[in-house]
Nanobody, 124 residues
Framework: QLQASGGGLVQAGDSLRLSCAAS????????IAWFRQAPGKEREFAAV????????YCADSVKGRFTISRDNAKNTVYLQMNSLKPEDTAVYYC???????????????????WGQGTLVTVSS
C-alpha cells in the first residue's frame, strides 16, 4: 500500500515536498512514479525513479522545477516541487511497479499499485 502526503495550498513561486510512503512492502523493490490529475483532465506523468535511484525522468512540464528522490531506508519516495505555478494544481498520485522500460515508464498502465492522492493547489 502506498500513502501520498504533503499537498496543500501555496502561492505561485512557492515550494512543496510530497512524500510517498509504503506500508506492508519494501519500497526499495519498486520503481516509483508520480502522476498528477488536474480537474477535468486526464492523469499525466510527472516523474519516475527506478528502484535503485540510479535513473530518474521528469516530464518536460516540470523539468528543472521538480526533483524526484528516494530514501529506501525510510521506505519513502519524495517529489520536491519548486517554483510552483497555478498550472501545477492537481491531485498528485504515487504509483509503483516492478517493471520498467524506457518506452512506457510514463504510462499509467505500467503501474499496478497506486496511492490515494494528495491535493496541491497553487494560487496566482
Amino acid at each position: 500500500q502506498l500513502q501520498a502526503s504533503g499537498g496543500g495550498l501555496v502561492q505561485a513561486g512557492d515550494s512543496l515536498r510530497l512524500s510517498c510512503a509504503a506500508s506492508g512492502r519494501t519500497i526499495g523493490s519498486y520503481n516509483i512514479a508520480w502522476f498528477r490529475q488536474a480537474p477535468g483532465k486526464e492523469r499525466e506523468f510527472a516523474a519516475v525513479i527506478k528502484w535503485s535511484g540510479s535513473t530518474t525522468y521528469c516530464a518536460d512540464s516540470v523539468k528543472g522545477r521538480f526533483t524526484i528522490s528516494r530514501d529506501n531506508a525510510k521506505n519513502t519516495v519524495y517529489l520536491q516541487m519548486n517554483s510552483l505555478k497555478p498550472e501545477d494544481t492537481a491531485v498528485y498520485y504515487c504509483a509503483a511497479s516492478t517493471y520498467y522500460h524506457s518506452n512506457n515508464y510514463y504510462s499509467t498502465y505500467t503501474y499496478p499499485t497506486w496511492g490515494q492522492g494528495t491535493l496541491v493547489t497553487v494560487s496566482s
